[in-house]
Each structure stands twice: as C-alpha cells, then as structure tokens.
C-alpha cells in the first residue's frame, strides 16, 4: 500500500501560503485554515518523518507557536459563533447577559488575533524555509516505479506504523470522562490526518472519525464557554443564560460520548485484529 507524495506536499504548500500572506485583521476562515494545515502538518511530520529527528524537530518547533496562537483566535471565532446561538434576553436576568457576554469574547479575539499576527511574524521565515526543506526531504523518498508514490512508508504502511499505534492507543483508552475527552479527541484528529495521506483509505471510518472529532470539539466548546460565562456574568443577575449554557454543554457531552463509544465498540478493536485499516462494520450517527 502506498502514500500519494501530492497528499503530503500539498498540505506543505498550503501551510508555506497561509504563513506568507495573513491579513492585520485575519478573518475567521483564515484563522481556520492556518490551524488546521499546521495541526495536519505536525501530525504528518511526526508520523513519517522518523528517520530524520533533526529536521523533524527543527520544523516542528517553528510550526507549534503558530498553530497555538491561531487556535486561541479561532477558539474565539467559535465561542462567538456559540454565544450568539443563546436567546438575547433571559426571564430573570438583569440585563442583557448575552450582549455582555459577547462583548468579552470580542475583546479577547482581538487580543488573540494581534497574538497571532505577532508570532507569525516572528516564525514566518524560520518556518517556510523549514517547510521547503521537509518538501525536498519528501521529493527524495519517492518510488522510483511510481514517482507520486513514497517508497519508504509503502513498505511499512499500514502494519507497524503510527496510524497503528494509534488505534491501539485509542483502542486501550481508560473510561472515557471529562477530563480525558479533548485528549482523546486529538488523538482522534491524528489518527484522521495519517489515514487520510492513503489513497485506499476506508472513507466510512474517516468519516467516523470525523464524526467523533466533531462532536468532542462541539462540546469543549461549550466547555470553554461556560467557564468563561461564569467568570464574566453574575451567578444571580444572569444566572437564566449560565444555565443555559451549562445545560447545552451537558447535552453536547452525552453526544459525544456516545460516538466516541460507538466508535470504539465498531471499528477499533477490528481494525486492529486485521492490521489493515478494513472492516466490515457499520458505524450509526445517530448514536
């Protein structure tokens, strides 16, 4: 089984455009963008890169502020996005809680987005020339049979590799809670990333994946939110939107709780068995 060298490169390119040109007031689809190619990349750069723990380290080290600041800017984007889904006026509160509420979180968007825009700055060189780099590194592990294929994952694709490893991670995961979900929803993220470099990869347990990652983010949003709820509102005055929000929170968790079982439960353990990323299983979303 092979690796398209084009689905590693391009997110590469991609990742080298989005750092080359971000608006002083970047926009939240931007914002979104630049943080998923460099969350897509650190997780690529790990999974195959292991042959090359300088280069490996070196990039990733130039990737990793940005991807952090781009997240707390778009971590915003969506905690507004949320917000503005809360009925305006609550019965029993003092004023508009939403309204202040939003005004907040505007306020910290736009501390974030200058965060951003300064480490940007700050990484922008160091990071495109690391990212050429890994692209001439990847350009010289193709098959020479197939030039857009790499030869070196091929031949240890998928049977001991990262996506294994991680299926097995996830696989063995203690009880699934609170505490333990965001982190369990990276590695969800990552597993997704490594499979979707395989051009015979099973679109239904990406999809999955997808689903699971979806619904864990959904929910830590809320999360999010509410902590920042509680810290700006009065536990009184506005104690009808607290509610709120803590209720769609608890609502957000059982879902994605009951995906991330049922994905566990369906397909992990039989990846695992066949060692080759298949199963015949089916997977509800409406778990």
């Not at 971590?75 to 949320?82: K, R, S």
């Not at 020339?129 to 010289?140: E, H, M, P």
């Not at 857009?148 to 091929?154: D, K, L, Q, R, Y």
């Not at 995961?173 to 969800?188: G, I, M, Q, S, Y």
């Amino acid at each position: 089984m092979e690796i398209e060298l084009g689905n590693v490169q391009k997110p590469v390119r991609k990742l080298r455009k989005s750092l080359k040109i971000l608006p002083k007031d970047p926009p939240a689809e931007d914002v979104h963008h630049l943080r998923t190619r460099a969350r897509r990349l650190e997780a690529v750069v790990a999974a195959l890169m292991l042959g090359h723990k300088k280069m490996t380290r070196r990039l990733l080290k130039t990737i990793k502020p940005v991807r952090k600041a781009a997240g707390e800017v778009r971590d915003m984007d969506v905690l507004v996005g949320n917000a503005l889904t809360l009925p305006s006026h609550h019965r029993g509160d003092s004023d508009n809680s939403v309204a202040r509420l939003l005004e907040h979180l505007g306020a910290m968007r736009m501390e974030c987005a200058r965060g951003l825009l300064d480490t940007v700055a700050a990484q922008r060189k160091d990071a495109r020339s690391a990212l050429k780099r890994f692209s001439r590194q990847l350009g010289k592990r193709s098959n020479g049979k197939n030039p857009g294929a790499m030869i070196e994952v091929a031949r240890n694709w998928p049977k001991g590799d990262a996506a294994l490893n991680l299926m097995t991670e996830l696989n063995r995961w203690p009880e699934l809670n609170a505490e333990n979900l965001h982190a369990f929803r990276l590695k969800v993220k990552e597993l997704r990333y490594i499979l979707q470099l395989d051009e015979d990869a099973d679109p239904k347990f990406l999809n999955v994946l997808g689903t699971v990652k979806d619904r864990i983010g959904d929910w830590h949003d809320w999360q999010q939110l509410a902590e920042i709820a509680q810290k700006v509102l009065d536990p009184q005055d506005d104690r009808a939107a607290l509610k709120k929000i803590e209720a769609i929170g608890k609502k957000k968790f059982n879902q994605a709780l009951a995906v991330a079982h049922a994905m566990r439960t369906r397909y992990l353990s039989a990846y695992i068995q066949t060692g080759n990323g298949r199963s015949s299983r089916t997977f509800s979303h409406s778990a």
